[in-house]
């Protein structure tokens, strides 16, 4: 069965900017998928801001196994409630790709538990991006190094916890450097930030950046079934102990009284 | 400069449990203040869920080296704008010890970005805590294991963030497992979870329980100045790039502009 | 293609020692490796000590996916340059796992670079292995936890590097807890450490230890080519730099010269 | 008491090349030491490759806090007997500093478990430290960015394990960047690698390279008494452990015997 992936764009810039809209006329989000499609084993299809539930209701995101997010002018707009859903399928094994200016996205610093800040340039620069993992799955077929002509400039220090594992760090013609393709885990979920992609240069359209992010879907669907009550914390009374034992002493819950939250 | 720690407590149970109140007449975190206060290098005080703020202004935050939470019965009604204020002191660099229900507090949710749950049971089993990493400074004098004598079961899964390091391991009576002391970093602060301390036991005037928390504070207390603009995203205009550069293409942002967030 | 596993035994205990003769007539190796050969996805064969290059020439390693490595009694009689090729297939890509007394082996030491210590005690007594990743490959299928009815006590401090994940967390009988099921990277590497596997009880013989074992190898086997000069420290000459650059100043080492090592 | 710190030099180009010898009339590791010894709290000796036991004896190992490693030219003519010894005092506690192109030393590359290779070239060219981890106490005093204006590339891939926190990436003039500073625990021994330090350019005369050597080595240095037994694996006799048990079933080892290795 393919990953079934969601590219999730806002879709403010596609519609607004003339240069965005010249290079995108579908929106970035179907660029994006499309060239996942070129894979046979994903499935992508789309959804945008000014869906109901941003296009992200809970029967088709338990139905998704990778959610790529783009998003840049408006964060504040994204409903507070369908963050919260996002993160709890992520917690349950959705896999979430976070590109460019997602990093100032609700839902990756809901996840981070950091501010996710960085240093920034718009100045058309050439960003080189280096492979400092290259068997990681996320860098299958990627050369040791690849440059994107026109980019922005994303700096450090990039306000993330320490990443599971660094794969991409990139070289920019204005001097600065920055961690641009980490992973991590959060619950069952895997989770890739990935810098390149801002939407006045063609970077979507490069063959380098479609092959990571198609590695990066593949690499974060799910291979276990979701962890769907991750959020539950169980009591195991003590008839159920794995270890015989009674109860001694004073206490506060009554017996099958559910604790606090 | 002795450390200035600020122990936060609920004081529900401590008021209205008599098992509580016995144990801690002055309540819980009046304890552990005490006990931390038995440091020549700390000095401790308290603040709780009833005060205005939460006891937790933001000049007192600002003056504060680590922070501990204990709440339990009522996580809910923390204000969401004081958990906002405690974690971006925390990013600044505000060290913060989570104490065993806090598991499930707003602030250590957070900052970790993942569910933090856990199963439980509460039949005052004994709980035997292992120092896996015996030269980290939270282990100081702490010896390779030590009992509490009546606990309540904390037990894995634990739905955190694979930790910096993990620090303790317990074992329980019934049969379980818990990684019982574990660090992070979120920004510039340290963060410490550590399982023991169920309110209806005597857990916080055990001597090994101190001193976990006097090293705790000791180690997360930092050592360089508050990352005061942790949360800014600064522009690095074109002549201000450390490597000569010229503008090129096309633009979204006019000079001087903020960035998007 | 199945997974190539070589089940790598030592094969002392199972020829002198009447207990494990029984339990293991084939010796330990030859089980694991039957049950390996239960999964369709696997193809498993065998090498041990005695054997001329302990079973383990060159271009058998060149073909192997997945090493399994079980050695307890003879760790010293291990050629260091087989461990130095091992070594360097890991770095490649090959996964290995070690296996219980492994903890002690010569490559075991050699990928973490500690001492990889541990205490223990053989009483025959009950061993229950806790699943603190649920999610993770190497716990597919596995319950939230399982009980070996006798096994060997492994407890900590376990002398390893902080682990990129950890797995499995172990209690046992006595009153100790071991972090039992460890992954680690090296190079392209993927490493797991499990500890059950004491050799006068039948733990191989156990379904729930043979499917980690079954899920730890295909965890385990590379998803990429080998990365094949990973031990080379390539020169890139000033007129192969990905940016244009001219040299300046002195320098020690002329033209086309190899770097020290 | 000041930390004991000791910087040990190759010492071959320093009195073999003329360039060097310019840089170093007293040789690389007096000119560290002497930058050490500004701090008042650290007391900094030097030991060299011709001293007998590479001037690192036993006794000596034992009093000192904190290694620092310069070797190039020689690996291979470091006694492994020594490199062993050197290893064991960082599992006990001693922090080590591995500086340049040690990262092809053998004490490196038995601490780390992998290669440590990169890509290098000798072009004079510009690198810049970019502190990542600005709150780290390795960065303590150090600038968002500093430049070493004559420096010897080296580049990714660099085949080291995951960090345990990454503190400095570095952007060359070519068009590489480096982790080139990184941390490790190892046991109870802290680790930090920094990569600028090429012997033929004035690297370790420049202030913000002093300044980072002098954190590290107050960093590294443990604030444990040291793990002494670390490679010991001790048995846990039935009649010590934590929990009453009986013995059950068969077993291997006669009582009191010692565990193999």
Chains 1, 2, 3, 4 share one sequence.
């Not at 990756?108 to 280096?130: D, Y």
């Amino acid at each position: 069965m393919p990953i079934r992936a969601v590219v999730w764009g806002e879709n403010v810039h596609d519609r607004e900017n003339a240069i965005v809209k010249g290079l995108y006329p579908d929106g970035m989000h179907q660029c994006i998928a499309d060239s996942l499609n070129a894979s046979s084993g994903i499935e992508a299809t789309t959804a945008t801001l000014e869906q109901p539930e941003h296009g992200l209701p809970q029967a088709r995101l338990d139905e998704t196994d990778v959610l790529l997010w783009w998003g840049h002018k408006v964060h504040g707009d994204v409903d507070d409630a369908i963050v919260e859903r996002v993160a709890a399928r992520v917690w349950q094994g959705m896999g979430i790709c976070i590109l460019h200016s997602g990093h100032f996205s609700k839902i990756f610093k809901r996840l981070m538990g950091t501010p996710c800040s960085l240093t920034w340039r718009e100045a058309g620069e050439t960003e080189r991006v280096w492979t400092v993992n290259p068997t990681h799955p996320i860098a299958r077929g990627i050369a040791p190094w690849f440059d994107i002509e026109q980019s922005e400039m994303y700096g450090e220090p990039f306000a993330i916890p320490e990443p599971l594992e660094t794969v991409f760090i990139s070289w920019f013609e204005g001097g600065e450097v920055f961690r641009s393709g980490v992973t991590y885990k959060r619950g069952a979920g895997r989770i890739f930030y990935f810098a390149p992609g801002h939407e006045v240069y063609p970077i979507y359209h490069q063959e380098s950046v479609q092959q990571v992010l198609r590695n990066a879907v593949t690499w974060a669907a799910a291979d276990a079934p979701a962890w769907a009550d991750i959020e539950d914390a169980p009591n195991r009374p003590v008839d159920k102990a794995p270890q015989p034992i009674s109860e001694k002493g004073p206490r506060l819950h009554a017996a099958g009284e559910a604790g606090y939250r």
